[in-house]
């Protein structure tokens, strides 16, 4: 809650000493006198109107930057909470509204003070946040527990608190003040608030890319919805996405595309006819006369009479530019921004100068933006700008954290991807799920989260990898990366060092912190979980494979070194839920063929966190934990009735 700003004084009353707090006006009191006009959007990198002040949120530094325009060198380094993640202006400019995502809580920084002097406690995993037009409400938009809150800024208290669907991510909001958008980061949804009436008014679902013949053409299902960004004539917003192709088996030019959807804001839908796609409205060609691939599209910037568009990819690590004027398609990528993992941009108020957010590198890179001339082409401009004192992250897992994200073939020791495809974020999104059921060539596999990962014994769904080196298997196959080294072999000394930089990067806890289940009360499990525990570890038996602090079997099974190993195959179970595609396999050349698997038995995957990481079992078929308890069939299993799964089902989805 808000803290009070005042001071004590005392009273002498009957004898006794009464203390007392006043609240009275500092400098840090909110002021409403300046109502705002223009569409605004949350996102990572903002300007104040003169554009000589820029604010950048430096994520896992859990620091908010400024930036003087000027001298182009950071003012000031502010300390805030944990993944600050997006920024707000408020309208008047004196306070700056931070999400920090792994406090649960929205720091206030006073622009005056250069401090944080107020925080707003919030709900699970604040990510988005936007004023109001008089900045007397900050709407906040929880990513963990689905809800859009609406906080009195004065106060610091939250005044609603409204159900949205799944995963809400980043707010835009109409230049009249009447209309918040919140795109939903892995339904491909998009919902409307209606803020006077407080409600939402309409969601609507990015339409499917339709199936081609062509595998190589982009086709799919939108996910991963980085952004919502409005255009200047206020007619229309860009969405930077994914379309993910889930028919074929998974390879890296046929299952990954970038896009970006285009919304009309009036009528609120989507113009499925100016996706802007790869080999269609992006495609430049290079010196060989082939298309240039990029990769993971995440922040959107226009020139102000709405003549060019600039997006970048994270992924590639690109700058790709659209000429508006002429067509709308793609007419320049500026390739390898100097920084890695660049993650928001914004162009300065001449209309000259792009500034790249690079959230793995933490720097700033400044490009000329070729100004609104048709004929002038984006290119890179001084040297990137620091904007924190120390990487708080160890050099490993920094370099572990930066392969995860990154889809450059270029930069490292060897090509994590092929032609820049993908990254290894494509398909776990922001490490965790991408909530897609994917076609492998064993068969339908539930993309798994990376949540304590490292802990949880074997790696896939069939338990057929037990060291992280394994994984070449999945770049070589899946990702068209380092097809130079022979499976079988030991990997050069520098390329088994970018899979320790890797693991050392998942390993870590905080990397991907398990997330806080909403379905506890005040900490504790509900009487219905209490009840549910007793059946789990009881009457149905789940802690039978389910156990241990993981809450799986998988972590015994180690050979006499007490190393995790492939060849012990008692802990996959067969539990009836193989489907007509999941094949046998006579193992890999990793493991010298000594890994095979039936198709039918599966590794035990752990519970902690779980409710987060729907649709369930190794093949998607589950849609709730309920759905996946009725779906375990196997000899002896104890009949439970509806209320008693139910019961366990509200423990499972406790477990954090």
């Known amino acids: 809650m808000k803290k009070i700003i005042g001071y004590a004084t005392a009273f002498l009353l009957a004898g006794t000493l009464v203390a007392c707090s006043i609240q ?34 430096n994520l896992d530094a859990n620091t908010v930057s400024i930036v003087n325009e000027k001298t182009q060198k950071v003012e000031e380094e502010i300390p805030v ?45 604040p990510f988005g946040l936007l004023t109001s037009q008089n900045g007397k409400t900050l ?117 990954i595309f970038p896009a970006i959807s285009i919304i009309d804001v009036e009528k609120d839908e989507e113009l499925v006819n100016e996706r802007k796609e790869l080999f269609d409205e992006i495609n430049v060609l290079d010196s060989k006369n082939e298309t240039m691939i990029v990769s993971n599209p995440y922040d959107v910037a226009f020139q102000k009479d ?21 067509g709308g398609n793609a007419t320049q990528i500026l390739r390898r921004i100097e920084g890695d993992n660049p993650r928001g941009i914004l162009l300065n108020k001449d209309g000259e100068t792009l500034y790249v957010h690079n959230a793995m590198s933490h720097d700033l890179a400044t490009i000329d933006s070729g100004g609104e001339s048709v004929h002038s082409r984006a290119k890179k401009l001084n040297d990137n700008i ?39 974020a494509s398909c776990h999104s922001d490490g965790e799920i991408n909530g897609l059921t994917l076609m492998t060539g064993k068969g339908q596999r539930n993309v798994p989260t990376n949540v304590q990962t490292s802990e949880n014994g074997l790696f896939l769904w069939d338990g057929s990898r037990d060291d992280f080196t394994d994984y070449l298997l999945t770049v070589q196959g899946e990702m068209g990366g380092m097809m130079k080294y022979e499976p079988g072999e030991e990997l050069p000394a520098n390329v088994e060092k970018m899979y320790d930089d890797l693991f050392a990067f998942l390993k870590e806890p905080q990397s991907f912190p398990v997330p806080q289940s909403p379905y506890k009360e005040n900490g504790e499990l509900t009487s219905s979980a209490k009840e549910g525990k007793a059946l789990f570890e009881g009457k149905a038996s789940c802690i039978s494979c389910h156990s241990g602090s993981q809450f799986t079997d998988s972590v015994k099974a180690t050979g006499e070194d007490g190393k995790l190993t492939t060849d012990v195959t008692d802990y996959l179970h067969d539990i009836g839920t193989a489907n007509r595609y999941d094949m046998s396999t006579k193992g890999d050349p990793r493991a010298k063929f000594t890994n095979p698997r039936d198709g039918k038995s599966f590794d035990t995957p752990s519970l902690v966190g779980v409710w987060a990481t729907g649709p369930y079992l190794h093949d998607g078929s589950a849609g709730t934990i309920e759905e996946s308890i009725l779906g375990h069939q196997y000899e002896g299993k104890s009949e439970l009735s509806q209320i008693e799964m139910s019961k366990i089902a509200d423990y499972v989805r406790s477990l954090d």
């Open 24 to 57: 009275t006006t500092t400098k840090d009191t909110p002021s409403f006198d300046t109502v705002r006009k223009e569409a605004v959007n949350s996102d990572n990198i903002l300007q104040n109107k003169e554009g000589t002040e820029l604010y950048i949120a």
């Open 81 to 125: 909470g944990k993944e600050p993640v997006q920024l707000a202006l408020s309208p008047d400019e004196d306070r700056l509204y931070v999400s920090c995502r792994y406090d649960n809580k929205i720091d206030v920084i006073s622009l005056e003070e250069g401090k944080v002097v107020d925080s707003y406690e919030v709900g699970k995993e």
């Open 139 to 255: 709407y906040v938009a929880n990513y963990r527990e689905s809800t859009i809150m609406m906080v009195d800024v004065k106060s610091g208290d939250v005044t609603e608190t409204i159900p949205v669907h799944d995963r809400p991510r980043t707010l835009a909001e109409t230049a009249d003040g009447k209309k918040i958008y919140i795109p939903h980061y892995l339904s491909g949804e998009i919902s409307v608030l209606d803020a006077e009436k407080k409600k939402v008014a309409k969601t609507f679902k990015l339409a499917d890319s339709p199936d081609v013949s062509d595998r190589k053409k982009s086709q799919g299902i939108p996910n991963t919805l980085e952004q919502f960004v409005i255009a200047p004539d206020g007619k229309t917003a860009w969405i930077p996405h994914l379309v993910t192709n889930v028919d074929t088996p998974i390879q890296f030019e046929e299952t």
């Open 306 to 326: 709405g003549s060019k568009a600039y997006v970048v990819m994270s992924g590639s690590e690109d700058l790709v530019v659209f000429d508006l004027k002429r």
């Open 386 to 424: 620091s904007l924190i004192k120390k990487d708080p992250l160890d050099p490993q897992i920094r370099k572990g954290k930066t392969i995860f994200y990154s889809a450059n073939s270029e930069e490292f020791e060897a090509d994590i991807t092929g032609n820049n495809w993908m990254s290894c």
